[in-house]
């Protein structure tokens, strides 16, 4: 956690959810008799602290989509976040609610274990000019709408030609996000610490691409062609931008872009407690 005189906390507490507020207001007490200085607005919502150079720490009330959100703004500042679970899998928001305690007295302490995670820096190009750009912590997907016809993509990497691939969309995923959408459409599952990119075609017109993973730095140019339907890039699964033929977006890694607060759990124990793995002690293979 960085050194400050004052350490500036933020708390980030889930929508709508009385249980995750009201621990909050613990935590911030807890905190102020600690001598820090804490901050606290609602998840969704923006928040002076988060451009704060002081900020310290970060902890997220809520569960792995309200993690997601946070460290979509948190890229780059190299500010740890600290995730207390109040979702249904804690991928990413590990720490349960009545652990909090010995957890922040850890991070303030300097203990912590703190895990880098990559992402995907993307940006979307109209009329040769830049219409948007963001960061993915999770995956970048174009996809079509809910009319039956093909997205078509023109797929360069690195400058060069991949394919011109038509289907229902393409996923583009981190590490640590191909536990989600990506696996669901086929695509592998990853170490969380691999520096990777997992690129999932989405029922591809007659299989003719399977899924590929790619250096972390590999750049991909996606150009939607003539001939598609109405698409969509979507972030994280949380934003989403319509795209128009001639579109094109650009989607590469960064390296150490988030650090999560904690010990890395052990990834097939991580496996088997959120249930991707059945029956992994006595040798089952099903997912």
Request: aromatic share 8%; proline share 6%; with cysteine.
């Given at each position: ?5 004052s ?19 613990d935590i ?5 008799q ?30 792995d989509?309200t993690?997601?959100?946070?460290a ?22 590990e720490?349960q609610?009545?652990q909090?305690?010995?957890c ?34 999770n995956d ?14 023109g797929?360069?990497v690195?400058?060069?030609?991949m ?8 996923i ?5 996000g191909?536990?989600g ?14 520096r990777?990119?997992?690129f ?15 250096p ?25 931008i ?20 904690g010990?890395?759990?052990?990834f097939?124990?991580?496996l ?10 006595t040798?089952?293979?099903s997912?």
């Amino acid at each position: 956690m960085h050194e400050s005189a004052s350490k500036h906390i933020l708390l980030v507490v889930k929508a709508n959810s009385d249980e995750a507020a009201a621990l909050a207001g613990d935590i911030a007490q807890w905190l102020r008799q600690r001598d820090c200085r804490v901050s606290e607005c609602r998840a969704g919502i923006g928040s002076p602290a988060y451009a704060d150079p002081e900020l310290a720490l970060v902890v997220v009330l809520g569960g792995d989509g309200t993690m997601l959100g946070v460290a979509r703004r948190m890229v780059g500042s190299r500010v740890p976040l600290l995730g207390i679970n109040f979702g249904r899998v804690g991928f990413l928001a590990e720490v349960q609610p009545n652990q909090w305690e010995p957890c922040l007295a850890a991070c303030l302490a300097g203990e912590m274990p703190l895990r880098p995670a990559s992402a995907l820096a993307w940006r979307l190009i109209r009329d040769g000019r830049e219409a948007a750009r963001g960061y993915a912590v999770n995956d970048v997907v174009l996809g079509r709408s809910s009319m039956s016809r093909l997205v078509s993509l023109g797929i360069y990497v690195d400058d060069e030609h991949m394919c011109d691939l038509r289907s229902d969309g393409l996923i583009l995923s981190t590490a640590i996000g191909s536990s989600g959408y990506s696996v669901s459409a086929g695509g592998p599952l990853l170490y969380p610490s691999l520096r990777s990119i997992v690129f999932t075609p989405i029922c591809p017109f007659l299989n003719t691409i399977p899924p590929m993973i790619f250096p972390g730095k590999a750049l991909f140019s996606l150009d939607v062609l003539p001939g598609s339907t109405e698409s969509y890039l979507t972030i994280d699964g949380q934003e989403g931008i319509v795209l128009s033929i001639g579109d094109t977006v650009e989607v590469t890694g960064k390296d150490d872009a988030v650090f999560f607060a904690g010990a890395e759990v052990p990834f097939f124990e991580r496996l088997r407690t959120r249930g991707f793995v059945t029956n992994f002690a006595t040798g089952g293979r099903s997912l």
